[in-house]
Nanobody
């Protein structure tokens, strides 16, 4: 059974930082490209960051580039999202997911999803 469990969300003031974690089980984690998505109230789910299974190349949405950093620890089957200089518009539920095929930036390209963790940034 595949499980993705996000943690690390919370309430933070604008300009602050949070680090999200996503623990993965039930798959060979090191063989999966991973992504972080987010969904704000009343908006569609959008891509935030991704990291390739091989080589560790990373890619980001323009809205988070320079502020967020995605990383992975294959020994711990965990992917992280370090979020700095947070803004109120970063408020959303954040999800991690396993990439299958297609565009790295599109949610239908991802198969397994976690339940999400809430991030709230106050102004």
């Amino acid at each position: 059974q595949v499980q993705l469990v996000e943690s690390g969300g919370g309430l933070v003031q604008a300009g602050g930082s949070l680090r999200l974690s996503c623990a993965v089980s039930g798959v060979t984690f090191s063989g999966y490209t991973m992504g972080w998505f987010r969904q704000a109230p009343g908006k569609e789910r959008e891509f935030a960051a991704g990291i390739l299974w091989r080589g560790g190349n990373t890619y980001y949405a323009d809205s988070v580039k320079g502020r967020f950093t995605i990383s992975r620890d294959n020994a711990k089957n965990t992917v992280y999202l370090q979020m700095n200089s947070l803004k109120p518009e970063d408020t959303a539920i954040y999800y991690c997911a396993t990439f299958v095929e297609g565009s790295y930036y599109a949610s239908p390209s991802y198969r397994f999803w976690g339940q999400g963790t809430q991030v709230t940034v106050s102004s």
